[in-house]
Structure formats: structure tokens, C-alpha cells
């Protein structure tokens, strides 16, 4: 995916949860990451993070830490 | 089979505890207070004759055929009118009024063609039946004075005639268009025998006539008579199916000739519908046999090449090993499906099978991602379940209607009808939308509050009725209490009073006088039964979910879940959104909303499907196009939706299909799509195939064949060869097991059988142990999630802003006439009344740009170009724009962008910032479309193209 597509999308999931308190926040992103995308879009954002991505909104940085790494089917 | 005849009682049922007892012709009958002689009657058996009368009216006493006698009282009068009382002696015939019936009679027929034997309604006519009724044997006037007999035909209408030389103005049709349609189209014209029906002094097609049918249904004679009944003659056999348009789901007869329908018939015991209909369900079916409908399989290596028609068996082969080469190459996740909100439930289950178990991955979307699918998370994060809350008939109980982001008297007529019903009995209306769409002012119909709001500005709406419902303390404490999450109420609560959501703070976000705001709310919250009805002006946005979630807090702090009269209410679009969703085609869900990653809930699909399934979330349908581009997604199987020209950002969507490797469309035409294909197989109409489709009430409605599929396979049979072709066995003899199979595996579905649906008509879901004949209002004794969960919605303006380059916001929707993409529509004569796309401008944001009605204009985004023709119009606020997409060659959805929920990935339709200018060409996409639309819809022989066709 178009890295600035993903950090969009990543960003408004983001700011959803935003309003919620900091761990409650973090939890909700993480989880809807897992929920709704496939493993290579979180293998992308994990990526991203750990490349040292800054346009990631900060809950959204936190959350991805979190994230398992997933498995890519070849 | 035969031709099924509803009985006609001639009133309305009356609905009463009251019982009155009475005796007609001797025979004792007890019957609800305020029910008329005449239905009284029927009770013992005794039609009395009429003609004005029909129960879908209410009585009108104006034929006088249906005189009686009442011991005790003076002279005659009509059954119809006359309620019954306690101790009345009715005598429904006597010399006496057999004479007074036959001299009526005469004198109806005295100005009346006897044309009997060539008459198109030789064979259903009230008129003639009563004539032979009364006894009538000769006609004393002569036929030489004054009549209608040489009145002019209005034939303007593509579907029926009115010819008024065999009027009788019994008035039928002027009181079906007001009391069913709520249109107030016709009138009664002039006096006495200067009496003529008229739609307003021109043609029916120049006239306000919706052509929803509902005169024609009720005229007792030949002077509204549908032109396929003139043509074809009178039906020998009907079948009851659910039509296959809207989300209403009306339940139809369709009327048949042998193989061939004559006319579809809304039924009167349909329990979405009740006798009514609109113009696309009740006459836009001629798509089924038109000759532009692909009937056998072709394949083609590029795009570019023609099509070749080839046998089924070679297809479904090339299919197969297209797809098991593209697994073999690119792995097990490069292929998936489209499943489509126009099949049936039992062909949406089995795509989605299909993909979860012969494909071995998740890769399975529907065409609702672009819809209604934060309907689906929104519903579902705050009440536990992915639908609407009520059934259609509890409008009847709603006191004040919130309608948001819907336009229900173009995309939803026939609940339209029932609502505008109820609002002319005196409930209150409320509508919040960027346009002003007619129900803000009809014929007796006016909305208390409209607030015309900034496309985009939703859930800044939204959270400022609910902080005037917070800070004004018109919360429903006991309820909320009770029946919802209070840690969770408390939270948005304080959220929601905050000042920055009252609505002062947001008047200049959204546009919405702060007065009118507050005046809104107070009324939904105090004005008694208040019920939310919205579409995709909701759902069609960057904060759909968070949207659908804000109407659902409003809800639940007023207390308006959980019975008649209330609720939040998705009006689906397309007939089947709800069910495609029910079965299982999101790619995180199974059947019932379970999740892929639950283990209990795969291990239940492993077991039953005797297959190891994925369980990680698939591909939505704009991510399988990204996927695409990155070369990891190569294969896609497409069941009757057309995201060519359905789906944002056209050029997205397109890039995407160019970097696939194998694109099966099966569809009924060779639609936008199929120009992206390398195989297509041909599909079945919903007159060709057995199935069940959900409505937006979760009503479940048969849908049953009444002629072979012209194609020679039912969409599910296409399915299931495929999946053999794979590997994956698949051996359904009829679809009721697949139903079957859904029952088995679906809690909410568990009690659903064919049977069951045979006997009762249709059912809501949850079908269980618990509710066996289905459940019309959910969350009556509590949520389904258990506490209901207030969700904070902050509002968050979308990124798609207007600037200097793009200073007007776009809006798109859909029109009475047309359907979707227009793919059965546009080929019926309902494009006589939308032949094209416009734009509609507002006269100050025209003028500014010296556009003047009918110019053509061209509508540029940061996405797209295209042309398209300017209508000038009030309905529009300064600043918006809107367009509908029905056409192809328009190309509406080149311009929309891919903004999109944050939650679910649904298109940002509803906002778009545009520029219109004065054009004079088309746009370079739209020359280039029909040069690639040319090379791409090729067919191999040319010759049997023309011999071809259905």
C-alpha cells in the first residue's frame, strides 16, 4: 500500500481513539489493527515504526509497537 | 399453479379490542369496533357489490352499488360507509335494492364503451363482474346523448395507458395516489358529468406521477391498464417473489403467461410492502430479457482482445486454473471474491465459502464496504448487533422521525409512502441533510425542523442535539440506568456538554442556525416516540462509524430503542445489503458477525466445512486494488457487482483491475467491470433463480424462480462449479440447503427454513429458540451486547477540504428512477425519465460562473475531470454540488476521492471539492472511456452477436 494511503488511514484510526483515556487509546488501535488489517499491511506499519517513522500520530506509534509480528503467507 | 387473487374487502381492517355483534342476512357476526358493513360481510360470506370501494382505501361511498337495508333505519345506505353497531339487522339484498343496483348500473354502462370482447381488461374487470353481479340485461338510455365514449387516450406513459372513455371516476385512483403514494398527482376535474380523472391538466408523463402504479392497481376498469397487459393479455399463474431492487423488499406476484411475466403485482399480505409498489419494481423488469444480456460464458487472454464464447465447461476449467496458477505463483493470498448486495443471501454465503475454503484465505469483501458497513461497526460497537432496530411498520407508532443523510421518497418509495402516511396523521419531522430533499416539503407534509448542513459536518450535528439533550436535562435517566453501560454514559456525558459541542460552538462548522438546532432536539427528545432513519448521507463519509455511533448515544439517552415507534434505522440501498453482510462476506466475519481470529468460532465453519480455514482478516475491496499495485494480488472473482463504476476514485480502481492477472465477472451484462475482465460468465436474473433476500428491517423474503435461467445456471450453481473446478467439493442440489447449511452454522439464523418461510411469508432475524417466527424490534428487553455502550464521538473534520482551486463541495446520490449503476435500469424505459446525469448547481453558484441551465459543465477534483449538464436548482445550498452515478459515461466516481471511514474503509461520497466551469467537450477521461469501453467489449463472431442475446 502507498506508504502516505497507510499513515492516513492509520492517523484517522488514531484520532478516533484519541478521545479516550491514554491505555484504553492505545488498546483500541492496536486491537483494530489486528481486527481489520491483513498482515501485510501491518508488517508495512510495523515497518514503518520501527524504521523510525515520524508522521504516525503517537497513540498510533504505541500501538504498533504492541503489535505481534504477523505472519506473511508466500 | 394458478393465478393467485387476493381477497378484497372492500374497507380497511378496523383495529379495535372492541368487538361489536351484529347480524347480516341473519347470520350473527362479531367483528372490531368500527369496521364497515361491507367487511363485515365478507365475514359471513356475503360480497356485497361495489366499485368505489377496495380495502386499500378508505371508503368513499360514491358508486352506490353497495346499498343495503338496516331494520329500523330509513333509506339505503352504503355498506362502506356505515360502521358497524351492536344489534344491527343488515339485509344485504332485497328487490329493492337489487333494483336500485341494476339502475345505477345502467346508467354507469350507458356511458361506457361495450367493447368487452377486445377490452384488455376482459378478464379482471370489476366493472364487467359487478354488471354480471347486479343482473344488469339491458341499457334503456341508448348510447346516442352526451358521453366520454371518444375521450382522447394519454398513452405518454412507457408503462401504462389511461384511457377515460372507460372511466367511471369512481375515483379509486385519486384516492390510491394520495392515501398509498402520498403523491396527490390526480384529481377529480370539473363537475357533475363534466367529472373527469386528470393528472393536472397535461400528460401522466409531463404530470407530478411517480408512475409507482398504485392507480393502476386500483382502477376497476380498463382505463389504467398496464401496456404489457394490452399487449400480452391477462395472466394464467403467479408466483410470489421479493423484488430485486431497493432495500424495502416488496413482496411482489409476478404474473405470468407460461415462461413470460406479464405484469410484477405488489401483494397486499407482503409484510414490507402491503400492497404497494414503486416504478422500478412494479415495471423496470424488462432488463431480464433484453438483448444486451450476455447468456453464454466467454474468456480472453488480455483485455484487449475480443471475447470468446466458449462452453461452460471450458470457463469454469480456465477459471480454476487461472486462479491455482496465480496461488501457485504469487502464493495462497494473491486471489479472493466480491460478493454482491443484488444476489441472495444463499449465493453471498456460498462466494464467501467458496473463498474462505477453496481459495484458503480471507480475501472476501461486498459491495456494502462502499455503503453501509459503518452501519454495521457502529451498530454493533453500541448495541451488540449489525442492523436496524425496527421493522418498517413501527413508524406507524413513531411520534417525531429524525430523517438523516437519506432520501427515502427517491431511493426508498414504498417505505417513503408509509412515512409520509404517518406524517399526515400528525407525527413530527425532522431532516437534516445538505440538500433539500422533497420530504422537507410535499403535498400535507412539511418538516418541523430542517437543518441543511455542511456535507462532512455529521457528527458535529449530531453531538450538538445530544449535548442539548444533556445540558437541558432531557435525558431518560431510568433508561439509561437500567439498560446501558454507566461508566460508559458517564464518560460521554461529560464529552458531550463540553461547550466547544453545544450549538453556538458548531453553528460555523456546520452551518446549522444554533436555534434550529436546539429546537430539533428538544423535540426528538421530549416529543414522544422518536425513531432515527438514515442512509448513506451518513454512512458515506471519513466519520461514518463514529456517525452511526452518535446517532446510537442519542438513542439510547432518550430511550429510543427497544420498542414500536422508535430506534436507529438503516435504509439500506440495495436489495440485499443486509444479507450479503449477514452471510459472512466482510472479510474479518463469518456468518452472524464472528470474527475470524475467534477459534471457537473457525473451529465450528472447520468441523462443518472439513477444511482448515485462515484465520487472519482478509482484503476490503480498495485494499485488494493496493494490494494489486504491489504485485502481490493477481486473481478476483466477482459475483454481480460493478466497482468499475461503483467505486471512489476511478482511476484507483481501474489501475488496480490492469495489474491483475485473472478478473472473472459474472454478471448480467457486460458492465464496466467485465471491460477489466479476462473471463465472463453469465449470470441469472432473480426471476430465474430460488433464494432469500434480508431487507433493511432483517426481513427475510423468498425469492422464487418463475423461469428458467436463460443462461442455464442460477448464480449459486456458477459458484459451486467453480469451487469443484478448484478442489473444494460443493454438492447443493437446490438452494433451501444452503439455507440449510446457514441455519446450521448462523445462531441469529438458526430457526430459518424454507418451510418456515413458505408458510409465514418472510421473517426477521434472529429466527431461534427464542423468537421462531422472527423478531421485528430488537433490544426490547435489553441489548444485545448487554449494556448498551455510549461511545465518545469526537468530531474530526474530514482532510478533504475546499480550497481557492476547489471551492465547491460534491455530493452524490440516487434518484427515484434509476438503480445503482443503472445496469437494469438503463435498460427499461424508466430512462425515460433519467436518461443522463446532471449536476445540480445553486442559482448564485451558476451565475457566478455563467452557467445557465442545461450547459454543459465540467466537474474537476484532485481526483478526476469529467462533463457533464448543469440543472440549476434551489434545492441545492450555495457551495454544494451534486451529481448522481448511475450513468457510466459520466463517470461520477472518476472525480470522488479515496478518503474513507476510519473505522471501515466506506468512501468518502459524500465530499468532494470541486470546481464547475462552462465546458464545451467532453473530459479526456470520458473521450478515453469510450475508446477502451469500444476495444474492450468486443465479441469474438460479430455475426452471432446479432443472432445472440435473449
Known amino acids: 500500500?502507498?506508504?502516505?494511503?497507510?499513515?492516513?488511514?492509520?492517523?484517522?484510526?488514531?484520532?478516533?481513539?484519541?478521545?479516550?483515556?491514554?491505555?484504553?487509546?492505545?488498546?483500541?488501535?492496536?486491537?483494530?489493527?489486528?481486527?481489520?488489517?491483513?498482515?501485510?499491511?501491518?508488517?508495512?506499519?510495523?515497518?514503518?515504526?520501527?524504521?523510525?517513522?515520524?508522521?504516525?500520530?503517537?497513540?498510533?506509534?504505541?500501538?504498533?509497537?504492541?503489535l505481534d509480528a504477523p505472519v506473511i503467507r508466500s | 399453479?394458478?393465478?393467485?387473487?387476493?381477497?378484497?374487502?372492500?374497507?380497511?381492517?378496523?383495529?379495535?379490542?372492541?368487538?361489536?355483534?351484529?347480524?347480516?342476512?341473519?347470520?350473527?357476526?362479531?367483528?372490531?369496533?368500527?369496521?364497515?358493513?361491507?367487511?363485515?360481510?365478507?365475514?359471513?360470506?356475503?360480497?356485497?357489490?361495489?366499485?368505489?370501494?377496495?380495502?386499500?382505501?378508505?371508503?368513499?361511498?360514491?358508486?352506490?352499488?353497495?346499498?343495503?337495508?338496516?331494520?329500523?333505519?330509513?333509506?339505503?345506505?352504503?355498506?362502506?360507509?356505515?360502521?358497524?353497531?351492536?344489534?344491527?339487522?343488515?339485509?344485504?339484498?332485497?328487490?329493492?335494492?337489487?333494483?336500485?343496483?341494476?339502475?345505477?348500473?345502467e346508467l354507469y354502462i350507458s356511458d361506457h364503451p361495450l367493447d368487452c370482447l377486445t377490452c384488455p381488461a376482459n378478464g379482471d374487470c370489476e366493472l364487467q363482474d359487478m354488471a354480471g353481479a347486479v343482473g344488469l340485461r339491458e341499457v334503456r338510455y341508448g348510447y346516442e346523448g352526451e358521453n366520454h365514449l371518444h375521450e382522447e387516450k394519454d398513452e405518454s406513459n412507457p408503462y401504462f395507458t389511461f384511457d377515460p372513455s372507460k372511466c367511471i371516476v369512481c375515483s379509486r385512483c385519486v384516492r390510491a395516489c394520495e392515501e398509498t403514494q402520498g403523491t396527490f398527482a390526480l384529481t377529480v376535474k370539473g363537475r357533475g358529468f363534466a367529472s373527469k380523472i386528470s393528472p393536472g391538466d397535461m400528460?401522466?408523463?409531463?404530470?407530478?406521477?411517480?408512475?409507482?402504479?398504485?392507480?393502476?392497481?386500483?382502477?376497476?376498469?380498463?382505463?389504467?391498464?398496464?401496456?404489457?397487459?394490452?399487449?400480452?393479455?391477462?395472466?394464467?399463474?403467479?408466483?410470489?417473489?421479493?423484488?430485486?431492487?431497493?432495500?424495502?423488499?416488496?413482496?411482489?406476484?409476478?404474473?405470468?403467461?407460461?415462461?413470460?411475466?406479464?405484469?410484477?403485482?405488489?401483494?397486499?399480505?407482503?409484510?414490507?410492502?402491503?400492497?404497494?409498489?414503486?416504478?422500478?419494481?412494479?415495471?423496470?423488469?424488462?432488463?431480464?430479457?433484453?438483448?444486451?444480456?450476455?447468456?453464454?460464458?466467454?474468456?480472453?487472454?488480455?483485455?484487449?482482445?475480443?471475447?470468446?464464447?466458449?462452453?461452460?465447461?471450458?470457463?469454469?476449467?480456465?477459471?480454476?486454473?487461472?486462479?491455482?496458477?496465480?496461488?501457485?505463483?504469487?502464493?495462497?493470498?494473491?486471489?479472493?471474491?466480491?460478493?454482491?448486495?443484488?444476489?441472495?443471501?444463499?449465493?453471498?454465503?456460498?462466494?464467501?465459502?467458496?473463498?474462505?475454503?477453496?481459495?484458503?484465505?480471507?480475501?472476501?469483501?461486498?459491495?456494502?464496504?462502499?455503503?453501509?458497513?459503518?452501519?454495521?461497526?457502529?451498530?454493533?460497537?453500541?448495541f451488540g448487533t449489525s442492523a436496524g432496530t425496527n421493522d418498517f411498520d413501527s413508524v406507524e407508532d413513531a411520534d417525531v422521525m429524525v430523517v438523516i443523510g437519506s432520501n427515502p421518497t427517491d431511493a426508498h418509495p414504498v417505505f417513503a409512502s408509509q412515512m409520509k402516511r404517518r406524517l399526515r396523521?400528525?407525527?413530527?419531522?425532522?431532516?437534516?441533510?445538505?440538500?433539500?430533499?422533497?420530504?422537507?416539503?410535499?403535498?400535507?407534509?412539511?418538516?418541523?425542523?430542517?437543518?441543511?448542513?455542511?456535507?462532512?459536518?455529521?457528527?458535529?450535528?449530531?453531538?450538538?442535539?445530544?449535548?442539548?439533550?444533556?445540558?437541558?436535562?432531557?435525558?431518560?435517566?431510568?433508561?439509561?440506568?437500567?439498560?446501558?453501560?454507566?461508566?460508559?454514559?458517564?464518560?460521554?456525558?461529560?464529552?458531550?456538554?463540553?461547550?466547544?459541542?453545544?450549538p453556538e460552538a458548531v453553528e460555523a462548522?456546520?452551518?446549522?442556525?444554533?436555534?434550529?438546532?436546539?429546537?430539533?432536539?428538544?423535540?426528538?427528545?421530549?416529543?414522544?416516540?422518536?425513531?432515527i432513519y438514515y442512509g448513506l448521507g451518513v454512512t458515506e463519509h471519513s466519520q461514518g462509524s463514529t456517525m452511526v455511533m452518535g446517532m446510537a448515544n442519542l438513542a439510547m439517552a432518550t430511550g429510543n430503542v427497544g420498542r414500536r415507534g422508535t430506534g436507529v434505522n438503516p435504509m439500506r440501498g440495495q436489495n440485499n445489503v443486509q444479507g450479503s453482510c449477514d452471510m459472512g462476506s466482510f472479510p474479518h466475519e463469518f456468518s452472524g458477525y464472528r470474527h475470524v481470529t475467534d477459534d471457537s468460532v473457525r473451529a465450528i465453519f472447520e468441523e462443518a466445512w472439513n477444511v482448515g480455514l485462515q484465520g487472519e482478516p482478509g482484503l476490503r475491496i480498495p485494499n485488494m486494488f493496493d494490494a494489486a499495485l504491489d504485485g502481490y494480488f493477481k486473481g478476483l472473482y466477482i459475483q454481480g457487482e460493478d466497482i468499475v463504476q461503483s467505486d471512489p476514485n476511478t482511476k484507483h480502481v481501474t489501475s488496480g483491475l490492469g495489474a491483475m492477472e485473472c478478473i472473472v465477472v459474472q454478471d448480467l451484462f457486460l458492465n464496466e467491470t467485465a471491460s477489466y475482465a479476462h473471463v465472463f460468465l453469465p449470470g441469472s436474473t432473480f426471476l430465474e433463480k430460488d433464494g432469500t433476500f434480508t431487507n433493511a428491517e432483517r426481513r427475510m423474503g423468498r425469492v422464487r424462480k418463475v423461469m428458467p435461467p436463460k443462461n442455464g445456471y442460477g448464480d449459486w450453481e456458477i459458484t459451486q462449479l467453480i469451487s469443484n473446478a478448484m478442489g473444494y467439493e460443493m454438492n447443493y442440489s437446490h438452494p433451501s440447503e444452503i439455507m440449510d447449511e446457514i441455519a446450521k452454522l448462523t445462531p441469529t439464523f438458526a430457526g430459518v427454513t424454507y418451510e418456515k418461510l413458505d408458510r409465514?411469508?418472510?421473517?426477521?432475524?434472529?429466527?431461534?429458540?427464542?423468537?421462531?417466527?422472527?423478531?421485528?424490534?430488537?433490544?426490547?428487553?435489553?441489548?444485545?451486547?448487554?449494556?448498551?455502550?455510549?461511545m465518545v464521538t469526537e468530531y474530526v473534520g474530514t482532510e478533504e477540504r475546499t480550497n481557492d482551486r476547489f471551492p465547491l463541495l460534491l455530493t452524490t446520490g440516487r434518484i427515484l428512477t434509476q438503480y445503482n449503476v443503472g445496469a437494469q435500469t438503463r435498460r427499461t424505459a424508466n430512462s425515460q425519465w433519467h436518461d443522463e446525469d446532471v449536476l445540480e448547481i445553486h442559482p448564485w453558484d451558476a451565475e457566478n460562473r455563467g452557467i445557465e441551465d442545461g450547459d454543459l459543465v465540467s466537474l474537476t477534483s484532485r481526483a478526476g475531470e469529467v462533463s457533464l449538464p448543469a440543472r440549476i436548482s434551489e434545492r441545492m445550498q450555495p457551495g454544494v454540488v451534486y451529481t448522481t452515478f448511475h450513468h457510466p459515461e459520466t463517470g461520477a466516481n472518476v472525480i470522488t476521492t479515496e478518503f474513507a471511514d476510519w473505522a471501515t474503509d466506506c468512501p468518502e461520497y459524500k465530499v468532494t471539492a470541486v470546481q464547475v466551469n462552462r465546458a464545451y467537450t467532453p473530459s479526456d477521461w470520458q473521450k478515453r472511456y469510450e475508446i477502451l469501453r469500444e476495444q474492450t467489449t468486443q465479441i469474438g463472431d460479430v455475426a452471432e452477436i446479432a443472432g445472440g442475446g435473449a
Open chain 2, 1 to 105: 399453479m394458478t393465478l393467485i387473487k387476493e381477497s378484497d374487502y372492500g374497507t380497511p381492517r378496523s383495529i379495535s379490542d372492541q368487538m361489536v355483534t351484529l347480524e347480516i342476512d341473519g347470520t350473527e357476526v362479531s367483528v372490531p369496533a368500527g369496521t364497515s358493513i361491507m367487511r363485515a360481510a365478507v365475514d359471513v360470506g356475503t360480497q356485497v357489490p361495489k366499485l368505489c370501494a377496495t380495502d386499500s382505501l378508505e371508503p368513499f361511498g360514491s358508486c352506490r352499488m353497495c346499498l343495503v337495508e338496516i331494520e329500523g333505519r330509513r333509506g339505503t345506505p352504503a355498506s362502506c360507509t356505515t360502521p358497524v353497531e351492536p344489534g344491527m339487522k343488515v339485509h344485504t339484498n332485497s328487490p329493492k335494492i337489487a333494483k336500485l343496483r341494476r339502475n345505477v348500473m
Open chain 1, 1 to 66: 500500500m502507498d506508504e502516505h494511503n497507510m499513515l492516513h488511514k492509520a492517523n484517522e484510526i488514531s484520532k478516533f481513539f484519541a478521545s479516550y483515556p491514554h491505555e484504553e487509546a492505545v488498546a483500541g488501535i492496536q486491537n483494530h489493527l489486528r481486527m481489520y488489517w491483513v498482515p501485510r499491511m501491518r508488517r508495512q506499519i510495523i515497518d514503518y515504526v520501527e524504521n523510525g517513522g515520524t508522521e504516525l500520530h503517537p497513540l498510533g506509534v504505541e500501538a504498533v509497537k504492541r
Open chain 2, 760 to 790: 409465514l411469508g418472510s421473517m426477521q432475524w434472529p429466527v431461534n429458540d427464542n423468537a421462531p417466527e422472527g423478531t421485528p424490534t430488537m433490544h426490547e428487553n435489553g441489548f444485545v451486547r448487554g449494556k448498551g455502550m455510549f
Open chain 2, 203 to 382: 400528460l401522466f408523463m409531463d404530470s407530478e406521477c411517480v408512475s409507482c402504479g398504485s392507480c393502476v392497481q386500483a382502477c376497476p376498469t380498463a382505463t389504467l391498464t398496464e401496456k404489457s397487459v394490452i399487449e400480452m393479455g391477462q395472466p394464467e399463474h403467479s408466483v410470489l417473489t421479493t423484488c430485486a431492487y431497493c432495500g424495502v423488499g416488496c413482496t411482489f406476484k409476478a404474473e405470468m403467461q407460461g415462461n413470460e411475466v406479464v405484469r410484477m403485482m405488489p401483494y397486499k399480505d407482503g409484510k414490507a410492502n402491503h400492497g404497494h409498489s414503486c416504478v422500478k419494481g412494479r415495471f423496470a423488469w424488462g432488463y431480464a430479457t433484453h438483448k444486451d444480456r450476455i447468456l453464454n460464458p466467454m474468456i480472453r487472454k488480455k483485455i484487449t482482445d475480443p471475447w470468446q464464447e466458449v462452453s461452460w465447461e471450458e470457463a469454469i476449467a480456465y477459471t480454476a486454473s487461472e486462479f491455482k496458477r496465480l496461488q501457485t505463483e504469487y502464493g495462497p493470498d494473491a486471489i479472493g471474491g466480491i460478493t454482491s448486495s443484488r444476489c441472495t443471501n444463499e449465493e453471498t454465503f456460498l462466494v464467501q465459502k467458496l473463498v474462505r475454503a477453496a481459495f484458503g484465505n480471507n480475501n472476501v469483501d461486498t459491495c456494502a464496504r462502499v455503503c453501509h458497513s459503518p452501519t454495521g461497526y457502529g451498530l454493533k460497537t453500541t
Open chain 2, 425 to 502: 396523521a400528525g407525527a413530527k419531522l425532522i431532516v437534516i441533510d445538505p440538500r433539500k430533499i422533497d420530504l422537507v416539503k410535499l403535498p400535507h407534509v412539511e418538516a418541523d425542523y430542517f437543518l441543511p448542513l455542511r456535507p462532512g459536518t455529521n457528527v458535529a450535528v449530531i453531538n450538538a442535539i445530544a449535548h442539548v439533550v444533556i445540558t437541558e436535562g432531557l435525558t431518560d435517566e431510568a433508561y439509561v440506568r437500567e439498560r446501558c453501560d454507566m461508566e460508559a454514559f458517564q464518560r460521554w456525558a461529560a464529552f458531550i456538554a463540553e461547550e466547544r459541542n453545544s
Open chain 2, 509 to 531: 462548522v456546520t452551518g446549522v442556525p444554533a436555534a434550529d438546532l436546539r429546537g430539533a432536539a428538544r423535540l426528538y427528545a421530549t416529543g414522544g416516540n422518536g425513531a
